[in-house]
């Protein structure tokens, strides 16, 4: 494994991937804060369109990524998060609401966890899950950082012209 850092308006981010894509974002802190494994290598030219892509992201240019991915998931956790990835721009969803699109409407808490365990989050945008009372619950990176995307995204979905919205 291969990795790299970028400084992001929400602190400083690792990037990690091999030759088939991105496999991890990593927070600075936060209960899901990433450590380079002892064995992987620092790689300043790694996935350069992932930098890229994540500063139009962050510039309100990019809303919705278009990038090889590699994440590691169990089926139940590629299903939750293929559903996560059509959570539009600027909205949320509940952890219910999540669970019933993957067609396990009694499995709010199984779909947190996989959630919770999202390798990739702000690409497959883990932050726009939200209580079932509108409150922010835990985030990788930590509950302030998912109150910064949740409004960088409000705030740039209200200004952006119609049709741009995706990379290519």
């Known amino acids: 494994m291969r990795y790299t850092y970028m400084d992001s308006p929400v602190g400083e981010l690792m990037l ?3 030759n088939d894509g991105l496999c991890w974002i990593g927070f600075a802190g936060g209960s899901m804060a990433r450590r380079a494994g002892v064995d992987w290598v620092r790689d300043s030219a790694l996935l350069p369109v992932v930098r890229e892509q994540l500063e139009a992201y962050f510039s309100g240019q990019l809303q919705q990524f278009d990038l ?5 998931l169990t089926p139940f956790q590629a299903r939750v998060l293929d559903e996560l990835r059509k959570v539009p721009y600027g909205t949320t969803v509940s952890y219910g609401e ?30 726009r899950v939200i209580g079932a009372n509108g409150d922010l619950t835990g985030f990788g990176g930590g509950v302030d950082i998912k109150r910064q995307l ?17 990379a290519g």
Do not use: F, K, W
């Open 16 to 18: 990690a991937g091999d």
């Open 68 to 72: 090889p991915l590699a994440p590691r």
């Open 98 to 127: 999540l669970a019933r699109r993957t067609g396990n409407p009694r499995a709010s808490r199984a779909v947190g966890m996989a959630n919770a365990r999202n390798p990739i989050p702000i690409i497959i945008p883990c932050h």
């Open 150 to 166: 949740l409004a960088l995204e409000q705030r740039y979905a209200r200004e952006a012209p119609a049709g741009m919205a995706q």
